[in-house]
């Protein structure tokens, strides 16, 4: 099983923007698809992004289309998160997932879990 360690989050004013970074254990990177979840104070967990093993597919959640992009260094073991424009609302936990399946990812999240990092949007 994939260990995996988020950082990046903080506090950002609206319309800010922060990099999140997440960083996997293990041989098998390369040969998984890797997701980002969140989940805000009563709310349930939300699909944020996902990315196939090679960065050859992508796929967001409706609520950060056009504003947050993923992308991965296979050589470093790290899966980023742009997240720009940010917005009251993106505010949550911010969490990495990882399966070898995108579908997987990209649905209920892969079988492992990073810690999460924390992501404050607020003036």
């Known amino acids: 099983q994939v260990q995996l360690a988020e950082s990046g989050g903080g506090l950002v004013q609206p319309g800010g923007s922060l990099r999140l970074s997440c960083v996997a254990s293990g041989n098998t990177f390369s040969s998984i698809a890797l997701g980002w979840f969140r989940q805000a104070p009563g709310k349930e967990r939300e699909f944020v992004a996902a990315?196939?093993?090679?960065?050859?597919?992508?796929e967001y959640g409706d609520s950060v289309k056009g504003r947050f992009t993923v992308s991965r260094d296979n050589a470093k073991n790290t899966v980023y998160l742009q997240m720009k424009s940010l917005i009251v609302e993106d505010t949550g936990v911010y969490y990495c997932?990882?399966?070898?399946?995108?579908?997987?990812?990209?649905?209920?999240?892969?079988?492992?879990w990073g810690q999460g990092t924390q992501v404050t949007v607020s003036t």
């Open positions: 997932t990882a399966d070898p399946r995108i579908i997987v990812v990209s649905t209920r999240g892969g079988r492992s």
């Open positions: 990315i196939s093993w090679d960065g050859g597919m992508k």
